[in-house]
């Protein structure tokens, strides 16, 4: 049966309202912390009654995960598209372009990175599997795609190759995720990929977080200082 205008205008509703709750949460995350979403808070916020947000999400948790969900994803697919758009035969521009692509989408949308990368929740429970685990999956995947797209080069003929890593050194749901998608990578690639992620979440956590600030007016430079050096170590210059 086909919906009447009033259902449309209903469906509508609800959809931008919950739009303008998402956005409410992220607001107050970012003046109060992580504390600052209740839903009581955000009713009051929007000048709605405690009840009828309940109608929307049934408890604080769902929306959380609900807000981790939609910038998790919305994260990765900014990375997926910056990988698929960089040239296949020039491994230290994937590098770039995908590191590139994460400083940008954190530093326009940093309480969304702060809600996935850094402040919990207090008493925040997500569900089985995660909040989002499709989103996680093709991250883990992206980082992972970082280390063998270099493997060829000085991280794989070098120090990555006999840094002495097992399999049983890393968590099984994090092989789960990268051994389907790189069945040649050896567990030195997977330390890389690791090694890779923490050199790059690093920086873009201190900008993100403002520690960067006092110290320096061109955090950009740093960051890409950063990139020409690690692609160096990994032999693979632009």
Same mark, same amino acid.
């Given at each position: 049966? !086909? ?10 509703? #609800?959809?931008?309202?919950? &739009? ?29 009654? *405690?009840?009828?947000?309940? @109608?929307? =999400? *049934? ?36 590098? %770039? !372009?995908?590191?590139?692509?994460? #400083? ?15 402040? $919990?929740?207090?008493?925040?429970? !997500? ?16 980082? *992972?795609?970082?280390?063998?797209? &270099?493997?060829?080069? *000085?991280?794989?003929? @070098? ?5 002495? =890593? ?5 968590? $099984? ?5 990268? #051994? ?6 050896? $567990? ?14 690093g920086l873009v956590v201190l900008e993100v977080y403002g520690h960067l600030r006092a110290q320096t007016?061109? $955090?950009?430079?740093?960051? %890409?200082?950063?990139? &020409? ?10």
């Amino acid at each position: 049966m !086909a919906a009447t205008p009033s259902t449309g205008r209903r469906e509508r509703l #609800r959809i931008e309202t919950t &739009a303008e709750i998402k956005r409410t949460a992220l607001e107050l995350m970012r003046s109060g912390g992580p504390d600052a979403i209740t839903l009581r808070a955000i009713a009051r916020e929007m000048g709605m009654t *405690a009840n009828a947000i309940y @109608g929307y =999400f *049934a408890t604080r948790d769902d929306l959380v995960t609900a807000l981790v969900a939609d910038v998790y994803t919305a994260l990765a697919d900014a990375l997926d598209a910056a990988w698929a758009a960089s040239a296949q035969d020039a491994p230290a521009g994937r590098i %770039q !372009a995908w590191a590139h692509a994460f #400083r940008s989408w954190a530093l326009a949308n940093p309480e969304g990175f702060r809600l996935i990368y850094g402040d $919990p929740v207090p008493g925040y429970r !997500a569900p089985e599997g995660g909040a989002a685990p499709d989103a996680a999956r093709r991250v883990c995947v992206g980082i *992972a795609a970082l280390a063998d797209t &270099a493997w060829g080069g *000085a991280a794989g003929a @070098g120090a990555g190759a006999g840094d002495g =890593f097992d399999w049983e050194d890393f968590d $099984p749901g994090l092989l789960d995720k990268v #051994r389907p998608a790189f069945p040649a990578l050896p $567990p030195a690639g997977v330390a890389l990929a690791l090694r890779i992620w923490g050199r790059l979440h690093g920086l873009v956590v201190l900008e993100v977080y403002g520690h960067l600030r006092a110290q320096t007016s061109a $955090p950009d430079k740093l960051f %890409q200082a950063e990139l &020409a050096q690690l692609t160096r170590s990994l032999g693979i210059e632009i």
